[in-house]
RNA sequence: GGAGAAAUGGCAGAGUGGUCGAAUGCGGCAGUCUUGAAAACUGUUGAGGGUCACACCUCCGGGGGUUCGAAUCCCUCUUUCUCCGCCA
């Protein structure tokens, strides 16, 4: 969530900015300020009262231990008066609070500079793509189908123990998707990234410190019996890791990479983009979470980028990048770079993975915050991107790397599988 | 799941109704000494709100209560530890 002294600082800009969201913030802003003047008058107002009974209470104290209980019981009457103001003040401020965070929860971030204006998928902006899309021989299938030639994954299996979207994987696939996710971990503990294993249910303290709560909650699957959550993504655990942190400089950057299987309910998902591997209600991802310094933010997004980049060019999948536009712009990011894989089969592209600079805008609900050594504080930002989201990855591996009678290992993970090709069982 | 004990600053650990945001030790930071370091000594060192800056307010696991006044008493929730039971 924003912090309000900076829609104070730059209301305007942050204006203007948002309406790449096709956000109108005007009013809204106007209300915020409003809001938080009460919030800080009733604070305020709440503050000298209570400093008047804790005068008045010190009073009693002493009169008491000089044996003028009388005096004492006179001083004793005024306190409920207090009592019943900061009682009454305190109710006051409370709803001002409420009111006010109401409010912000429904601001989402603040997009960058470089974010181009749009209103849907079709006005990303792509940055980068790998050679040539290719083109498959005749007659080549897609994942689905192919997964079901080979016998590496039962759809229908899932189907029969729990329901649509929860794929069994099976002898070699299992063994594939296995691969790739040593794979990925490797790739991430090299480029300086600590692996944590964590809780695949979380809080409803750690939805909210990642931006899942309030407002999505239609997207998790929620325990009731215990109140916990099944993560959308290791994002969430990992992140909340940093919840109510005051981190010195010397610990930074942290740099965090997770596997974990992933939970979405896909509410309203449905038609012949959620078949095979394309929209799962579990799927296994591996992650990586930044938190850095504010002004290395940038630059460390970019290094986000160019590692996936490598991941993929050794895997040598065709792929694109883009640049995600306001419109298409997730709630709480400030600038988002999508990795597609090409999907040879479907002939289309398929997201991998999202990478991106949240800035203070989870800080601000964490309260992650850096130590300077002078003392100073101020709010941390932070990142995360998907290396990689497996299932896709798996749809191109097996689209792309098809032959007539078998599925080629791309190299880099033959060490890793101990499989040279996939055969007709 | 049953019985008992506990939760205090970065850590350890005092504090059982007012003079306590909290002794003491360790750690951190600054300084003295030293060619430099260590040791020793001196000072300093929690967080949030508020203010131009002070003042002031809040916080001793969370929430509620008693009281003029709560880290301290009561209720409740959560967590941790010990013992018993069960168990991958």
Redesign the pocket.
């Known amino acids: 969530m924003l912090h309000v002294a900076d829609i104070q600082e730059h209301k305007e800009a942050y204006i203007k900015a948002l309406k790449k969201r096709n956000f109108e913030a005007v009013e809204l802003f106007d209300k915020v300020l409003e809001l938080d003047e009460k919030r ?1 008058t009733t ?2 107002q ?3 009262t ?2 008047e ?2 005068k ?3 009073e ?2 002493n009169l ?1 231990k000089s044996g003028e209980a009388k005096k004492a019981s006179i001083l ?1 009457e005024r ?1 409920g008066n207090l ?1 019943e103001d900061s009682k009454n003040l305190q109710e006051t401020l409370n709803i001002a609070v409420v009111e006010l965070d109401t409010l912000l929860y429904t601001i989402p971030n603040i997009p960058q500079e470089s974010v181009p204006a749009g209103t849907s998928a079709d006005d990303n902006e792509e940055v980068f793509r790998l050679g040539e899309v290719p083109v498959l021989a005749e007659g080549a299938l897609p994942h689905w189908e192919l997964a079901k030639k080979y016998d590496i994954i039962d759809f229908e299996l899932g189907n029969k123990i729990t329901g649509a979207g929860f794929p069994v994987y099976k002898g070699k696939g299992a063994r594939l998707q296995r691969a790739l996710i040593t794979y990925f971990l490797d790739k991430n503990i090299e480029a300086g990234y600590t692996e944590y294993q964590v809780p695949l249910m979380v809080n409803e303290m750690s939805g909210f410190g990642t931006g899942q709560l309030p407002d999505k909650e239609g997207q998790m699957y929620h325990v009731t019996n215990d109140d916990l959550y099944l993560i959308p993504t290791s994002e969430v655990p990992v992140t909340n890791m940093f919840r109510d942190v ?1 981190l010195e400089e010397k610990d930074l950057p942290i740099a965090c990479t997770a596997y974990t299987p992933c939970f979405r309910r896909e509410a309203g998902s449905y038609g012949a983009h959620v078949r095979g591997l394309n929209r799962l209600h579990q799927f296994e991802k591996v992650e990586i979470v930044r938190i850095e310094q504010p002004e290395n933010s940038n630059t460390a997004l970019e290094g986000m980028v160019d590692h996936i980049k490598e991941i993929l060019n050794e895997l040598k999948l065709p792929y694109r990048i883009l640049r995600l536009c306001g419109g298409d712009l997730g709630f709480t990011a400030s600038l988002t770079y999508d990795f597609e894989v090409f999907s040879t089969a479907q002939d289309r592209w398929l997201e991998i993975s999202s990478v991106s600079n949240f800035k203070t805008f989870q800080a601000n609900r964490l309260k992650l ?1 850096i ?1 300077d050594k002078q ?1 100073n ?1 101020r709010l941390a930002h932070t990142l995360n991107g998907s290396s990689l989201a497996l299932p896709r990855v798996l749809a191109g591996i097996l689209e792309n790397y098809q032959a007539e009678d078998h599925i080629k290992i791309p190299e880099v993970l033959i060490p890793y599988c101990g499989l040279e090709r996939i055969d007709l069982a």
């Open positions: 800080r604070q305020a709440l503050d000298n209570l400093a009974s804790n008045l209470s010190k009693i104290g008491y004793k306190t009592k005051l915050r130590k003392g504080k």
